[in-house]
């Protein structure tokens, strides 16, 4: 069994928990598998799409990583938690209200490259440890500030907008952003850019890469088209969640280079370090890459029928 569950994660667990929650039901249905795992945490408080990857597809991670994110969340003004979310212990309190002019004014800033700091309560590592781990252990005398300075990184917003006002002094907004944002640093960016404080009081991921919101389902509903032995109606075929790279076709002659780790002539087309969908006889192959004037697999991703040609 190879391909990716379109999943909902709840408020509540971790990825990691419906991660085993998958294991379970295969095996309890009589399909284990050895390899699952997810494509992008989701922090617990938070909810939406978490691909889950099974056998093969689990080596597909990096590339489905690189797929471009959409969030919906909630912004609380005037109330600062540790976490940025709800979920964390209040630091700071302010009373200023926020207007709707004044967010719109400042978002379009934000759209591009930004350098930003990840909270530390993430599961970014620094210094062996993961930071939620430094930032809960009281023996921990560091200084939070430079280990965020220190772990900073540039991510990509492509698009910020304001939805409407849910509440006094709450809002709801759209991300559209590149892999490795975080809404909750968002959240402290915006806020002190209106010169005030806030935290995330909701966020859901409405789409990762190819996958949305509307086509996922919920670990009961997996269950059920387990159960009613409907596994193709609900397993995204690897090459079908690759849709966003190019595809090319090989002739015959190149499956048994490639197969054995060779490199084949370059269609024609194929841009140099362009990573592409490979196919032989109309059937997936892996995923390749031009070097020079040859293409070479980087990965296999062959099924049992060419196992058995």
Do not use: W
């Amino acid at each position: 069994m190879n391909g990716i569950f379109n999943l909902i994660k709840p408020p509540g667990p971790s990825s990691n928990d419906l991660v085993s929650d998958v294991k379970r039901l295969l095996k309890a249905r009589g399909m284990p598998v050895k390899k699952v795992g997810h494509t992008g945490t989701l922090d617990p408080g938070a909810a939406g799409v978490l691909p889950v990857c099974v056998g093969k597809a689990t080596r597909l991670f990096d590339y489905l990583l690189d797929g471009e994110k959409e969030y919906v969340f909630e912004l609380c003004f005037g109330v600062e938690t540790d976490t940025f979310d709800s979920y964390g212990r209040v630091t700071a309190r302010d009373g200023k209200r926020v207007e709707r002019a004044e967010i719109e004014a400042i978002l379009p800033g934000f759209v591009g490259e930004n350098r930003q700091k990840p909270p530390i309560y993430s599961a970014l590592k620094f210094g062996g440890k993961k930071l939620y781990e430094i930032a809960r252990d009281p023996k921990q005398l560091v200084d939070e500030t430079d280990i965020r300075e220190k772990k900073a990184r540039v991510v990509t917003i492509h698009a910020l907008d304001l939805l409407e006002q849910t509440g006094e002094n709450r809002y709801l907004l759209r991300m559209r952003c590149s892999k490795g944002t975080y809404v909750r640093t968002v959240c402290e960016d915006v806020a002190n850019a209106l010169g005030t404080v806030a935290t995330v009081s909701f966020l859901l991921r409405s789409r990762s890469g190819d996958f949305a919101l509307a086509d996922a389902m919920t670990l009961a509903d997996l269950d059920q088209e387990l159960a009613a032995g409907a596994i193709e109606r609900v397993l995204t075929p690897m090459d079908r969640a690759l849709g966003g790279y190019v595809r090319v076709d090989l002739a015959d002659g190149c499956f048994e280079r490639l197969r054995n780790g060779n490199a084949v002539t370059c269609p024609e087309g194929l841009q140099e370090a362009v990573i592409a969908r490979v196919y032989s006889r109309d059937r997936f192959f892996g995923l390749g890459e031009r070097e020079g004037d040859g293409l070479r697999l980087r990965c296999v991703l062959r099924d049992e029928e060419f196992e058995r040609d």
